[in-house]
């Protein structure tokens, strides 16, 4: 670790837990935006719309028990899968992370989405069906 990366570490160990929460979250959008490719048209349109109706509170919400319920009833095993997340408030304000890290899963969701290429083992197109297509 450099003097400057060292530096930074030990003005961030200084501010509040929350703040210390949004600072590796926004370093951690800084990596995911450059490890991305950038979203299609389509795609783009559909983000924007799903914002609108969520800001005019018509956008249809999944609760996260059920959102991770209908994600591990897809994957073998996935009934095993549940105890490697959790959510806690003291964690990265409780968004659901990879279980004993700061890893969030919003964040490799991203990454999966994003067709992101510094994941080990990532396709080279990700598997999607006909669901999480725009409409």
């Known amino acids: 670790m450099n003097d400057e990366i060292a530096a930074l570490v030990a003005a961030a160990a200084r501010l509040p837990a929350a703040e210390r929460h949004e600072l590796i979250e926004a370093i951690a959008d800084t990596l995911a935006d450059e490890a991305c490719e950038p979203l299609s048209s389509e795609w783009k349109a559909e983000l924007e719309r799903r914002v609108a109706e969520s800001d005019a509170g018509i956008g ?27 959510s ?12 004993g890290t700061r890893i969030t899963v919003e964040l490799i969701l991203r990454k999966l989405e994003g067709r992101c290429t510094d994941l080990p083992g990532q396709p080279e197109s990700p598997i999607r069906d006909d669901k999480s297509k725009p409409t």
Request: net charge negative; proline share 10%.
């Open 60 to 86: 249809e919400t999944v609760p996260w028990e059920t959102v991770l319920a209908e994600a591990l009833a897809r994957v073998p095993h996935g009934d095993q899968l549940d105890r490697l997340i959790e």
């Open 88 to 99: 806690d408030p003291a964690v990265m304000l409780g968004k659901p992370v990879i279980r």
